[in-house]
């Protein structure tokens, strides 16, 4: 079958920096997204990965190592506002259809 | 419009009856997508439109689920004799084109607000 696994629940304090894994076994890949979603809200798009390596938006950044089925989304000088859950989603074989993770909630303390 | 929108945003209703979710992707996108959630869980894939065709129905979980879209554009998902077990939060998205990978710009799924709906 077809799985992706990340932690349900991490704890950081605001002005640290966190790494959210998401490992994946999927028939096929053809890209991976980082989304954020606050509480009560839609999913909001934050980082895609195809190839292997780091991709860096400002604050986030977000590795992939497809030999390993392997990513994380680090998120640095954390804020209050980040307090979110953090969807991996994997786009495997199909046209369209992506995999999605349950969801790392992630809860920022002052 | 500037993103998706979906209406109701909240839908109370009771057990057996039918209720019609409508969504508005945003303009230019041909895939639209439908998912639900529920309370602390991901996400689960109902439904995938590219342009009016729905070429995957598989995340339907039965057929008293059914959706369609009109002028490539607007799309309801309709739910006939609602259960309790129906009760979550409808999500639709909607893509420049659902593609084979490797395109963020293409294929990125832009959410709208959602539908959050009771059945008692």
């Known amino acids: 079958g077809q799985n992706i696994d990340q932690p349900t629940e991490m704890t950081a304090t605001e002005g640290a920096i966190v790494q959210i894994n998401c490992t994946y076994q999927t028939s096929g890949f053809n890209g991976l997204f980082w989304y954020q979603q606050h509480a009560g809200e839609a999913p909001t798009f934050l980082s895609y990965?195809?190839l292997d390596g780091l991709e860096e938006k400002g604050r986030f950044s977000s590795f992939l190592s497809r030999s390993k089925g392997y990513s994380y989304l680090l998120l640095k000088e954390l804020q209050m506002k980040d307090s979110a859950s953090y969807l991996c989603?994997?786009?495997?074989?199909?046209?369209?259809?992506?995999?999605w993770g349950a969801g790392t909630k992630l809860i920022i303390k002052p | 419009g500037a993103g998706v929108s979906q209406s109701p945003s909240n839908k109370v209703t009771e057990k057996g009856k039918d209720v019609e979710l409508r969504c508005d992707p945003i303009s230019g996108h041909t895939a639209l997508y439908w998912y639900r959630q529920s309370l602390g869980q991901g996400l689960e894939f109902l439904i995938y439109f590219q342009g009016n065709s729905a070429p995957d129905k598989s995340g339907l979980p039965s057929d008293r689920f059914s959706a369609e879209r009109t002028g490539g554009s607007v799309s309801t998902l309709t739910i006939q004799r609602t259960q309790q077990e129906d009760s979550a939060v409808y999500l639709c998205a909607s893509s420049l084109s659902g593609g084979r990978g490797g395109s963020s710009s293409l294929e990125t799924q832009y959410f709208g607000p959602g539908t959050r709906l009771l059945v008692l």
């Open positions: 989603a994997v786009k495997g074989d199909s046209n369209y259809q992506l995999i």
């Open positions: 990965n195809v």
